[in-house]
C-alpha cells in the first residue's frame, strides 16, 4: 500500500509510472488525492468519505491525462514573443502579459549578472530543476507508462524473510501497566482499594458457594455402602432364608444391622467410671483385607474386630466424647468393647472407608444382634439404657455360655425350638414339656437343666432358635448383595419387597432436608459475588472513559484495533495482579484458617481447586469488562472517538 504526499508534479509522475509498471504484476493499492492521475493510472477506484466507502467502481482508464509538469516551461504557448539582436548579444524575451520590466544585463569575464526589479531571478542552467522546451504544451497519453518498465526481482532479496512486528506485546503491556500504576495520582491509587476488597469477596464467595454445595459421605452416611435394604416390613423366617439363599446375596441380616459397642475410659482416674457406646453398622470381615487396613492387624479369631475410623471420629466429635481425651483412632486400638450376654471384643485393627462399619465373623452377626438390643451405660455414676432396634431378647445361644454353665439334668438344646432352663426353674417347667415362650409362633421345649456360676437365668436355645427369634423380632432387612440390580428385581417380583439402596437413598434424604439452608446460603454469596463483579466493572470503566482521546489518537495514527486491545489487555492484566492478587492472598489465608475450625471446616473449601477458579475468574472478568467499553468506542471512526469523550 503507498500513499503520495509532498512529492513536485514531475516526480509524482515517475512515481506513478513505477507503480503502474508493478501493478501489471502485483497488486497496488493506492491512497491519493489526485482525482484526474487516479483516473489515468487506476483501474479500480474507491472513494472513501469520513471513514466509509461512497463509491466502488471499475474505472474506464482516460486516454490522455492534463497534467502540466512545474518544472517544464513551453516557450511557444507565451502570447508575447520577441527578440533583441545587437552588437553580437542575442536575447529571446517570453512574457505572458505585457507588464513592464525593467532589467539590466551585465556580462562580465564570461559571467553574467542580472538585475530586474521588483522581480524574482532564477538562473535556468543544467542544474536547475526548471527545463525550458521549444514547443507547445501536449496532454500527457498511455505511452508514458505503457513503455515504462520495473523489474522487482532485481530489488527484492529473496533470502531475506518479512517479519511483521507487532507494536504492543503483552509481555511489554504488562511491564508499562505497572510502570503506569507507579505514576499513578493519590486518587487514583485509593481505586485500586476497590479492585483488593473485591478480590477478597470473590474468593470469600467462591470458596463459600464449594462449601455449601460440597456432600461428603460422612454427611449422611450411615452404614456400609453397598446395603440395600427392605425397611419398615417383617420378614417371615421362611422367606428369610429363602433370601438368604439367592445365588445373587452375599449375606443378609434381620433389622438395619447397626450395633452398639460399650467402651470403657479407664485410663484416667477422671473417666475410669464412664463407658460410651461405639456405634456402627455390622458388615462382613470377608469384604476387607490387609490392604484396606490403616493401622493395626486382621483379626484371628470371632472375638476380635475391625472398626472403620469413621466410628472412632463420630465417637469423637459428638456427645461426651469430645470430651474425653481421643485425638486418634490409635488411641482405642487393641482396646475392648462389650456387649450383654457376650464376651469381650477386641478392636485388632483400623480401616479408612469412610463408612461407620464394624467388620466382624459373620457367625456371630446373630448373636450380636440379639446381645444389643437393649444396653446400659455408666455415664459417671447415671445408668442409661439405649433400647435397640427390637425389643429385649429371651432367648441366648446356649454356645455362648458354655464355660458358665454346668448340665445337671436332660441334654443340650442342639435341635431347633429346644431350651435349657435353670434348675431352679425344674419344678414349674417340666422336662420335655413345652413352655409358653414362642419364637417363630412355636413353643419352647425344655430339654434339660443347668447351673450357672454367674447366677444366670436365661433361656439356652440353639443358633437357629436364636436366629428365627431375631428375625420375628425385627422390621426389614439388610443385605450385602453380589448383583445388585438383579437382586433388587427378584425381590420386588417374587417377594413384593420395595428394596432400596441404602447410600442413595440416606443421599437424596439429605439433600432434600439441606436444601432450603444451603439455598439461602447460596443465594447471600451469589449476591456478594455480584456485588463484587459489578464493583469492579463500574471501576474498569470508571478508570477507561479518561482515555477516550488516546484511544482515538492511536486509530487515527493507524494503529490496529488488536494492538489497541492488546495494550488495555496488558495494563488490566497489571491492575489485576498488582491490586487483586494481593487480596486473593489474604482472603485465603483468613479462608484456610477458619476452615481449620471443626465447626467451620464445611463451610468453606480451600484448596487450589477453589482458588484456581477465584483467581481465573477475577482475570477473565476484570479482562472483558475492561475491554467492553473499548470494543463500544472502537466500532467508531477515529474522528468520532477524538470529537467526543463520553462515548457510551
Do not use: W
Request: glycine share 4%; charged share 25%.
Amino acid at each position: 500500500m503507498s500513499q503520495l504526499g509532498n512529492l513536485d508534479s514531475k516526480n509524482s509522475l515517475e512515481v506513478m509510472n513505477i507503480i503502474k509498471a508493478i501493478s501489471r504484476e502485483k497488486l497496488v493499492i493506492l491512497v491519493t488525492h489526485e482525482t484526474e492521475l487516479a483516473k489515468f493510472y487506476a483501474s479500480r477506484i474507491i472513494e472513501i468519505k469520513d471513514g466509509k466507502v461512497e463509491k466502488d467502481y471499475k474505472n474506464d482508464i482516460s486516454d490522455t491525462l492534463d497534467y502540466r509538469l512545474e518544472n517544464k516551461i513551453y516557450l511557444k504557448d507565451f502570447k508575447n514573443i520577441d527578440s533583441i539582436n545587437k552588437n553580437n548579444i542575442n536575447i529571446d524575451i517570453y512574457s505572458e502579459n505585457s507588464d513592464k520590466v525593467n532589467v539590466k544585463l551585465v556580462i562580465k569575464k564570461n559571467n553574467i549578472y542580472i538585475e530586474a526589479e521588483n522581480k524574482k531571478v532564477e538562473v535556468v542552467d543544467e542544474d536547475s530543476a526548471v527545463e525550458l522546451v521549444n514547443e507547445h504544451y501536449k496532454k500527457i497519453d498511455k505511452s508514458i507508462y505503457q513503455e515504462h518498465s520495473y523489474n522487482l526481482d532485481k530489488i527484492i532479496d529473496k533470502n531475506v524473510k518479512i517479519k511483521s512486528k507487532s507494536i504492543y506485546s503483552l509481555g511489554k503491556s504488562i511491564i508499562s501497566g505497572i510502570r503506569e500504576i507507579a505514576d499513578y495520582s493519590f486518587l487514583r491509587k485509593i481505586l485500586l482499594l476497590g479492585f483488593f476488597a473485591a478480590s477478597m469477596f470473590i474468593v470469600y464467595s467462591v470458596c463459600n458457594i464449594a462449601g455449601i454445595r460440597n456432600i461428603e459421605d460422612t454427611d449422611f452416611i450411615t452404614m456400609n455402602k453397598n446395603y440395600l435394604q427392605a425397611e419398615n416390613v417383617k420378614i417371615g423366617v421362611d422367606n428369610f432364608l429363602k433370601i438368604e439363599n439367592l445365588e445373587e446375596v452375599d449375606y443378609v441380616l434381620p433389622g438395619d444391622s447397626n450395633v452398639d459397642l460399650k467402651i470403657k475410659f479407664d485410663d484416667y482416674y477422671q473417666t475410669a467410671i464412664y463407658e460410651m457406646a461405639i456405634s456402627g453398622s455390622l458388615v462382613s470381615l470377608d469384604v476387607i483385607n490387609e490392604t484396606n487396613l490403616i493401622s493395626g492387624r486382621m483379626p484371628e479369631n470371632e472375638y476380635e474386630i475391625i472398626v472403620d475410623k469413621k466410628v472412632i471420629d463420630n465417637l469423637r466429635n459428638t456427645g461426651t466424647g469430645q470430651y474425653m481425651g481421643i485425638k486418634s483412632e490409635s488411641e482405642i486400638l487393641n482396646k475392648e468393647v462389650s456387649v450383654e450376654n457376650m464376651k469381650n471384643f477386641t478392636i485388632v485393627g483400623f480401616v479408612d472407608e469412610k463408612t461407620p462399619s464394624i467388620y466382624v465373623n459373620k457367625n456371630i452377626f446373630i448373636n450380636l444382634l440379639n446381645s444389643s438390643k437393649m444396653t446400659e451405660y455408666n455415664m459417671g455414676g447415671i445408668v442409661i439404657q439405649e433400647e435397640g432396634q427390637v425389643e429385649k431378647s429371651e432367648v441366648y445361644d446356649y454356645n455362648l455360655y458354655l464355660d458358665d454353665i454346668t448340665l445337671t439334668k436332660g441334654r443340650m438344646p442342639t435341635e431347633d425350638y429346644e431350651v435349657i432352663v435353670n434348675e431352679t426353674n425344674r419344678y414349674q417347667m417340666k422336662l420335655n414339656k413345652t413352655i409358653n415362650t414362642k419364637v417363630n409362633d412355636t413353643e419352647l421345649k425344655v430339654v434339660g437343666y443347668y447351673e450357672s456360676k454367674t447366677n444366670r437365668n436365661d433361656y439356652l436355645v440353639n443358633s437357629n432358635t436364636v436366629k428365627y427369634d431375631v428375625i420375628n423380632k425385627s422390621e426389614g432387612i439388610t443385605i450385602y448383595p453380589k448383583d445388585e440390580i438383579t437382586l433388587m428385581q427378584k425381590l420386588e417380583n417374587d417377594y413384593g419387597l420395595n428394596v432400596i439402596n441404602r447410600y442413595e437413598t440416606d443421599k437424596e434424604n439429605y439433600i432434600d432436608s439441606q436444601k432450603e439452608s444451603k439455598l439461602s446460603s447460596l443465594i447471600f454469596a451469589g449476591i456478594i459475588l455480584g456485588i463484587s463483579l459489578i464493583e469492579i466493572y463500574l471501576m474498569m470503566r470508571s478508570s477507561f472513559l479518561s482515555r477516550i482521546k488516546e484511544v482515538g489518537v492511536l486509530r487515527a495514527i493507524g494503529a490496529k484495533k488488536r494492538e489497541i486491545y492488546k495494550k488495555f489487555i496488558g495494563e488490566i492484566i497489571a491492575i489485576t495482579t498488582c491490586a487483586g492478587m494481593p487480596g486473593v492472598i489474604l482472603m485465603t489465608y483468613i479462608l484456610y484458617t477458619l476452615s481449620q475450625n471443626t465447626y467451620l471446616s464445611r463451610t468453606y473449601i480451600v484448596n487450589f481447586t477453589t482458588v484456581g477458579i477465584s483467581i481465573l475468574l477475577i482475570y477473565v472478568f476484570n479482562i472483558l469488562v475492561g475491554l467492553l467499553p473499548l470494543f463500544k468506542v472502537l466500532r467508531k471512526t477515529p474522528a468520532k472517538i477524538l470529537a467526543r469523550h463520553d462515548i457510551e
